[in-house]
C-alpha cells in the first residue's frame, strides 16, 4: 500500500512539473508579460527557500559529521643525510705565465723558428732578429780577446820570473780586461737578437711577420702561455675569515665549458680590503689541456660540511611572530602538536634541524602549512 501512495505521489509530482512547463510555454506564447512577472516572482521565492534548506542541511552535516573537520596530511620520518654551506663568487682563471715577447733589438724578423700552437720549453730560439754584421764584429772582438789573453798571460810568467817591466805587464793586464769589456758587451747586444722562450709553454699567436722591421716596446712579437701553473683569486667576504682556511674544499665551476673542478683553497691573504671589507684567497689549478686564461668561473667554497645532519624540507617550517620556528607532528589522538626547532644550514631546498628533532621522528609534511594546533588530522599514505 505504501509503495502505491509513493508511486501515485511521484507520477502526481512529474504531472504537475509537466503541467507548470506547458503553461509557462504557453504564457510565452501569449506574450503575457504580466503573467510571467508573476511566475518569476514565484519561481525566486521557492529558489531563496531552496537555498536556505540546503545551508541548514550542510551546516548540519559539517556540525555533526567528525571526519569533516579533519585536515588530510601525509608524514614522514626525519633523516640524517650529508649536508653543506657554500659561498659562491664569480673569479676568472689566470696564469701568470702568460705575455707578450717584444724586441730588444732593432733590426728586420730574419728568421720565425715556430708556429703557432707548438709547444716550446725554456730558452728555444723562437725569432732572430736580422743583426746587421754585429756576429762578425762579435767574432773579430773574439779573436782580438784570445790574444789579448796571450799576451797576458805570457807578460805574466816573465813578470813572475822578474824578467821585463812591471809597465808591460800592466799594459797588457789592462788591454786584456779592456778586449774582455767589448766583447762581453758586443756578444751581449748580439743575444738581444735572438727571441728566446722564458718558460715553458705553448705559441699562441705570432704577430709578426718573416722580414718585417722590429722595433724595442714598439713591435710585439708573440704571445706565449704556460698552462701549467694556473690559478684562481677571488675575494672573500670579512665574516668568512673564521670559516675559510687553507685546504677548505671548493668546486670551480666553468659554464662555457660544461666542466667542475674539485680541489682545496691553497693560499690566504692576511689583508682585509678596507673598501668592500674582503679577504683574498687563491686556489691552484693541476695542469689541465681543457682551459685556457681568462676564463669566467664561479667559485664555490663549502666553509661548512656535516655528513650526518639532520635535515627536513624547508617548506613545512613555521614561524611565530617572535621568529621561533615549529613543525607539526601527530599525537596518539590524531591531532597536530607543534614541536619548536632549532635550524641552521640551507641547502637544495632542505635545512639542517640543530635542535628539536631526532632521527626517525614522524613529522606532518603535506598539509603542515594548513593544520593549527590541536586540529584533528587524518593521515593518508602515499
Not at 516572482?41 to 527557500?49: A, G, M, R, S, W
Not at 531552496?50 to 567528525?66: E, G, M, P
Not at 679577504?279 to 655528513?307: A, C, E, G
Not at 601527530?330 to 602538536?337: F, L
Request: glycine share 4%; net charge neutral; with cysteine.
Amino acid at each position: 500500500m505504501k509503495q502505491l501512495i509513493l508511486i501515485l505521489t511521484i507520477l502526481i509530482i512529474v504531472s504537475c512539473n509537466n503541467k507548470k512547463e506547458i503553461d509557462t510555454n504557453k504564457l510565452i506564447e501569449n506574450k503575457d508579460i504580466s503573467a510571467l512577472e508573476q511566475k518569476r516572482y514565484e519561481l525566486v521565492n521557492q529558489i531563496d527557500f531552496l537555498q536556505k534548506d540546503l545551508n541548514t542541511v550542510i551546516s548540519a552535516l559539517n556540525r555533526l559529521d567528525s571526519s569533516k573537520k579533519r585536515v588530510f596530511v601525509t608524514v614522514m620520518a626525519v633523516k640524517t643525510s650529508k649536508i653543506k654551506n657554500k659561498i659562491s663568487l664569480q673569479s676568472i682563471i689566470k696564469t701568470d705565465q702568460n705575455i707578450v715577447l717584444q724586441p730588444e733589438f732593432t733590426g728586420p724578423i730574419s728568421n720565425i723558428k715556430v708556429v703557432e700552437g707548438q709547444s716550446v720549453n725554456k730558452g728555444d730560439v723562437l725569432m732572430i732578429v736580422d743583426d746587421g754584421g754585429l756576429e762578425q764584429s762579435v767574432e773579430f772582438q773574439k779573436e782580438q780577446l784570445k790574444l789579448s789573453k796571450t799576451i797576458f798571460e805570457r807578460q805574466s810568467r816573465l813578470w813572475a820570473n822578474k824578467i821585463g817591466s812591471e809597465i808591460e805587464y800592466l799594459e797588457a793586464k789592462t788591454a786584456f780586461k779592456t778586449q774582455k769589456s767589448r766583447y762581453s758587451q758586443l756578444d751581449e747586444q748580439l743575444q738581444k737578437s735572438f727571441i728566446t722562450a722564458p718558460f715553458d709553454g705553448e705559441i699562441d699567436d705570432i704577430f709578426i711577420e718573416l722580414g718585417e722591421l722590429v722595433t724595442p716596446g714598439q713591435s710585439p712579437l708573440l704571445r706565449l702561455i704556460s698552462t701549467s701553473e694556473m690559478y684562481l683569486e677571488a675575494e672573500v667576504p670579512e665574516k668568512y675569515l673564521k670559516s675559510v682556511s687553507v685546504g677548505t674544499p671548493v668546486e670551480i665551476e666553468i659554464p662555457v665549458l660544461n666542466k667542475k673542478i674539485n680541489t682545496k683553497i691553497s693560499f690566504i691573504g692576511k689583508h682585509i680590503n678596507t673598501v668592500n671589507r674582503t679577504f683574498r684567497v687563491v686556489v691552484k689549478i693541476k695542469k689541465t689541456d681543457s682551459l685556457s686564461p681568462n676564463l669566467i668561473s664561479t667559485l664555490h667554497i663549502f666553509d661548512y660540511i656535516n655528513n650526518n645532519a639532520l635535515i627536513i624540507p624547508t617548506n613545512i617550517i613555521s614561524e611565530n611572530s617572535d621568529g621561533s620556528e615549529y613543525v607539526y607532528s601527530v599525537n596518539n589522538n590524531n591531532t597536530a602538536q607543534k614541536i619548536f626547532i632549532k635550524t641552521g644550514n640551507e641547502e637544495n631546498g632542505y635545512v639542517e634541524v640543530i635542535e628539536g628533532l631526532k632521527e626517525n621522528d614522524i613529522i606532518i609534511n603535506e598539509g603542515a602549512r594548513l593544520v593549527k594546533e590541536g586540529q584533528a588530522v587524518q593521515i593518508v599514505v602515499e
